[in-house]
Every structure is written in C-alpha cells, then in structure tokens.
C-alpha cells in the first residue's frame, strides 16, 4: 500500500492500538468526573490549599488516598504515558515500507534544511524524554512518529479545542497581514510553521528547532506542499541570525518546555531579531496565575507525571512582564489555552 506523506493510514494492528488508546483517552473523561465529584466534597474551599506546589500536590493526594477513582486516573495516566510513544513507534514500523516514495518523494523541493553536527543541546532538553513519547531525537523517524501518528491519530482526537485550528488561529493573530520575513521559534514538525504559512503565503519563513529528526519532517512536509521554508537546527534562544533579520517573530508552544532564564534570553533574542516595527507573538500553556489553586494542581500534576519537567516554571512566570524586560513595547496578553503574548519593537 502507497501511503500519502502526510494523514497515516495505519495497518490494522497499529490502526486497533491506536485507536485503544485514543478511546481509553477519552473514556478516562468519566473517571476523571468522579475524581472532580470527590474533589467538590473534599475541598469545599480551593483558596485554602497549600500555597506550594509540592505541599498541595502531597496534600491532595493524602485527601484523595482511598478514592478509587483517583487511583484509576493515575493507573489509566500512567498506562498512557509509557505506551503512547511506543504504539505509535509500533504503528511507524508496520507503515515505514510504505513510506518510503512518498518520503523520497519529498526529498525534493522548495525547502531547505540545515543542519549543525556541531551544535550542544543545553541540558535541559538533551535526552529528556518530553510527554514521556521519548527525547524529541530519540527515533529515527520521530518527525513522523510524534508529529503524524502521535498528533494526528491520538492527540487531535481527545485534547479538546482542534490541536491544530488552534494553531492555525494563533498564526492570524499578529497585527498585520503584509509580513515578508516570519522566524518560527521551536518550529518542530511544522504544525505552526503551517498555520503561519496559510495566514501569510507571501513570506518567507524560517523555522528554528534543535531536534534534527523533527526538522527532516518539516522540511519534507514543506517539500511536499511546495513550501519555501528554510530551516535550520538552532538554539531559539541564541539562533546566531544578523540583528533586524525578520518582521514577525512567532511561536507555539515552545516555552513551556524551557527553564525560566532560557525564556528571557528567547525574548531577548526575538526582540534583536526583529526589525524596527516588527512585531511578536507567542503563543503557551495557560498561566497559573489565570486558575484557581485546583486548576493549578491538576495542570501542575498531569505535568509532573506527563514528562514536562519545565511546565511548572514556565508557567509560573508572567510572560507580558518578560516581554517588556526585553524591550517590547504595546505588549498584550491574552486568552488561557493557549496563552498568546503580542509585542512591537519601537
Ligand atoms: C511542543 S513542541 C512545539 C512544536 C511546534 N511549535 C508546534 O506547533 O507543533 C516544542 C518544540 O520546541 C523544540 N525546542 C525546545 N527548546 C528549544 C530551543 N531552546 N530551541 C529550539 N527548539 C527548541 C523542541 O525540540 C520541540 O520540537
């Protein structure tokens, strides 16, 4: 069977795996209602819990000790989170022959790759295995495992709110629709990179990522689509780009996977990147400070145990104060998931 690049179309032992997994995803819905019934009794006042994260986190599961629909969710979390990477690295492998025109196919074509042998990953992305799918290099073909089977078989069908409109609405969200020179910072698979495409088909774009396995599939993505996009294997913080090199800097995601000071010198980086007038627009996680101390918790827990070592720090910070450190001017931030912060260099 010939495959399209793009859109899986799994073999039935992979195809019956995934979609297991996707429907375990998605009736975990009703035990997680039973988790928050017994929440609403047992913490009739949310402003009471600990105010530090690990003590509520210990908190509450001492509360929720002998709740039998906690102990599910966390079975039914933990099930997931150590087999979603290797069912679809399992659905890969039945799949990758037939992959292989389509992937020479879109070896040629508009777009360009370089890649930095050379480059030192900082330690907090070298190896660690993000979403608990395994480091973003760790599969040959993980571009394909994570941003088609992983995205496009499981996620796209229980995260609520369209993985990939939203990005596609955060893309049209910058100010202006006349940008000839787009960076996207942490660019992946190209999801984003492919909102900022449709919004603006008249730029150039240019996508940095470190992982080398998620750029070989952007750049065959964009190949095949007949994309121009030039990507190169970058630090988004420090990508070694001239000062004034782009009108729109933007990102999806991205920041939630970093440490704090790495966040700051991105800012720093996106402001020195940007023309005068240019503008930003990054996009992440919801902000602890928009939830209650319940939401808190949850989002904080389902990061500790969802591979996200940096989604408690990251999203403990104000990202619109960070960008005007930078030097952004007219800085806005808006909505909850996902969180989009605008700014203009003067
Ligand atoms: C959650 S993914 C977001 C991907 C993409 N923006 C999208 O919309 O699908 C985060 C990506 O950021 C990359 N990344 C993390 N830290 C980075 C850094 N400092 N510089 C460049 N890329 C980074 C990761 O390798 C990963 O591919």
Not at 289 to 294: G, Y
Request: aromatic letters at 10%; proline letters at 5%.
């Amino acid at each position: 069977m010939n495959q399209t690049y793009q859109d899986p179309q799994l073999r039935q032992r992979g195809r019956a795996s995934v979609d297991f997994l996707a429907q375990m995803a998605i009736a975990s819905n009703d035990v997680r209602k039973g988790v928050d019934a017994a929440i609403a009794q047992r913490v009739p006042d949310p402003s009471a819990l600990p105010d530090d994260l690990d003590e509520r986190l210990a908190h509450m599961d001492a509360l929720l000790a002998d709740c039998g629909a906690y102990t599910m969710q966390q079975l039914l979390g933990d099930w997931h989170g150590r087999m979603h990477g290797r069912i679809a690295a399992e659905a890969y492998e039945e799949i990758k022959r037939d992959l292989t025109e389509a992937f020479e196919a879109s070896q040629a074509g508009p777009a360009t790759l370089v890649l930095d042998p050379d480059l030192q990953p900082p330690a907090y992305w070298d190896g660690v295995s993000f979403h608990r799918t395994g480091p973003w290099d760790g599969h040959p073909e993980m571009g394909y495992v994570h941003g088609e089977i992983v995205h496009k078989k499981m996620v796209a069908r229980f995260f609520p709110g369209g993985i990939f409109q939203q990005r596609r609405d955060v893309a049209k969200m910058a100010p202006r629709d006349d940008y000839k020179r787009i960076l996207d910072m942490g660019c992946s698979s190209g999801h984003f990179t492919t909102g900022l495409q449709l919004a603006y088909p008249d730029a150039e774009i240019t996508g940095v990522e470190l992982s080398a396995e998620m750029l070989k599939h952007a750049w065959r993505t964009a190949n095949a689509k007949g994309w121009s996009w030039k990507l190169y294997q970058k630090l988004a913080e420090d990508t070694g780009f001239p000062d004034g090199s782009f009108d729109l800097v933007a990102s999806y995601i991205i920041l939630h996977e970093m440490p704090a000071d790495a966040i700051r010198k991105l800012f720093k980086e996106a402001f020195r990147l940007l023309e005068p007038g240019g503008d930003m627009l990054m996009s992440d996680v919801t902000r602890f400070a928009d939830m209650d101390k319940l939401a808190v918790w949850k989002a904080d827990r389902g990061a500790k145990f969802g591979g996200e070592p940096h989604w408690r720090e990251s999203a403990s910070l104000d990202l619109a104060e960070i960008a005007r450190e930078a030097g952004f001017v007219d800085v806005k931030a808006e909505g909850t998931y996902p969180h989009v912060i605008q700014g203009r260099k003067p």
